[in-house]
Nanobody, 128 residues
Framework: VQFVESGGGSVQPGGSLRLACAAS????????IGWFRQAPGKEREGVSC???????VYTDSVTGRFTISRDNAKKLVYLRMNSLKTEDTGVYYC???????????????????????WGQGTQVTVSS
């Protein structure tokens, strides 16, 4: 199982980025994929998750600004990030689970302990 994240960079507040997560070593079709981030000096936190059948959930901090999507044929999962804020700065990672546990409606309450096989991540810096 391997994940390679890409697409990070430096942008000004209000800017946009699209991250990509390339999955290999397993059949992406059967798994949920989550995006996570870790800011300097802080714990890793969940951002968004997409189920195997395409249902999407988000944490409150990114709802309405970020969009997760997947292309199983290309074995890619994307995270489109709009209206970026300085607090979105961090290293972004993707990882898999069988489901996007737990969520209510479209709000995600991630259980980080359920995820493993972390990639190297991609750095996102939002600064003026």
């Amino acid at each position: 199982v391997q994940f390679v994240e890409s697409g990070g960079g430096s942008v000004q507040p209000g800017g946009s980025l699209r991250l990509a997560c390339a999955a290999s070593g397993f059949s992406l079709d059967y798994y949920a994929i989550g995006w996570f981030r870790q800011a300097p000096g802080k714990e890793r936190e969940g951002v968004s998750c997409i189920t195997s059948d395409g249902y999407t959930v988000y944490t409150d901090s990114v709802t309405g600004r970020f969009t997760i999507s997947r292309d199983n044929a290309k074995k890619l999962v994307y995270l489109r990030m709009n209206s970026l804020k300085t607090e979105d700065t961090g290293v972004y990672y993707c990882a898999r689970d069988t489901v996007c546990a737990e969520y209510y409606g479209t709000t995600w309450f991630p259980r980080l302990a359920d995820y493993g096989s972390w990639g190297q991540g991609t750095q996102v810096t939002v600064s003026s």
